[in-house]
């Protein structure tokens, strides 16, 4: 299988609170837009359109069926909000998207990116692979499904979240995973505290 190396740049706003990090994108031809979880598919923006503007249709182009790029980007530069993933080089054992079949040949230099991100307070990882990769990485215990253990990264204290996968093949429905990822950007003062 051939290798393939991430086809974007980190995404890196400089007033980022929080960096989400995936495993690696899926194969171009399920792409819907030149962005991070641009598979129509996934629902990464419909929990964004839930969680901050109480529509989970706020970033699709329903009738066309894709995401609107630039109000994605808009929203993650106004709203700082940082994206990569885990994996820069990878090998897929498989033709799909399956982390399963994913082997990672150059993990990401994480630490690297939260140099660049000096207001960032919480890293998520959005799939079981990228939070693996972390926990090794920073020498924890993965945290479990919707909750976060500190690490100390050069001096900084952070928040390690472990969220539910955005893909539709991660058994939990669309409002659930909301609920989930509410609790991260509440934390990062990005919402208010719903009690």
Known sequence: MPIESHPLQPFLPSNAKVLLLGSFPPPNYRWSMPFFYPNYQNDMWRIMGILFFDDKDYFSLVE???????????FCTERGIALFDTASVVRRLNSDASDKFLEIVQPTDVDGLLNKLPQCVAVAATGQKAAEVL??????????????????????????????????????ALAKKAAVYRVLFELAGMLPSIK
Do not use: N
Not at 64 to 74: A, L, N, P, S, T
Not at 138 to 167: H, L, N, Y
């Open 64 to 74: 066309q069926r894709r995401f609107d790029y630039r109000k994605v980007v808009d």
């Open 135 to 172: 926990a090794e990485k920073w020498q924890c215990a993965p945290p479990a499904v919707g909750t976060s253990v500190q690490v100390v990264i050069d001096g900084r204290k952070i928040d390690f979240f472990r969220m539910p996968s955005s893909s539709r093949a991660y058994p939990l």
